[in-house]
């Protein structure tokens, strides 16, 4: 049996058999995040749909509100399929010692690896993980990006490990 509801969304009076508190105006303009989910209900990349940014990109990954962020993500996904022994194009090894400051990605190949051993963990059980976090750098400034980026700032970490941390700087 319908009943008179008035909506959290407009105000207006409006006749529901359920339980819905909208109506259907706002149920159709409820906000959405970018991957075309209703705020709230998106979980693609951990969205969430309010992780959204004015410039309609997840605030985390946005290049705008945070320059620098995509570049040390990508460089980490290089890292990984370079440690799993995929093989990788030239510009991507050219990316990689650039901003890992390494003389020959032997160097840096070994640290990690010397990092996977000494912990004893698999390659494809864990995420390559900054010491000294991405929020505790200005990335907007080339050199503290590429400070951050720096090969010596880089370990491999369990996931479980890596997730419940956060962005927590343990020396």
């Given amino acids: 049996m319908p009943k008179e509801k008035e909506c959290k969304g407009c105000s207006v009076i409006f006749m529901s058999s359920f339980n819905r508190v909208r109506c259907e105006k706002c149920k159709i303009d409820k906000p959405k995040c970018p991957h075309g989910t ?11 749909g309010n992780e959204i ?7 985390q990954k946005c290049s705008i509100c ?5 570049e040390a993500d990508k460089l980490n996904a290089c890292i990984i399929s370079f440690m ?16 890992t400051s390494v003389s020959s990605l032997d ?4 640290h990690l690896n010397k990092n996977l051993i000494e912990n004893k963990i698999s390659i494809d059980k864990c995420q390559l993980d ?4 991405k929020s505790q750098f200005n990335l ?3 050199d503290e990006l590429l400070e951050c980026c720096h090969y010596t700032n880089l370990e491999f970490i369990e996931e479980f490990k890596n997730l419940s941390k956060g962005s927590k ?3």
Avoid: A, Q
Wanted: proline share 4%.
């Fill in 107 to 110: 160097v840096l190949y070994s």
């Fill in 84 to 99: 799993k022994g995929k093989k990788i194009m030239e510009k991507t090894k050219l990316f990689i010692l650039e901003y």
């Fill in 66 to 70: 945070k320059p620098g962020v995509k």
């Fill in 130 to 133: 900054h010491i000294k976090p």
């Fill in 140 to 142: 907007k400034n080339r």
């Fill in 169 to 171: 700087w343990t020396n």
């Fill in 53 to 59: 940014c004015e410039h309609k990109e997840h605030k």
């Fill in 38 to 48: 209703h705020k709230g209900r998106c979980k693609i990349d951990g969205c969430f």
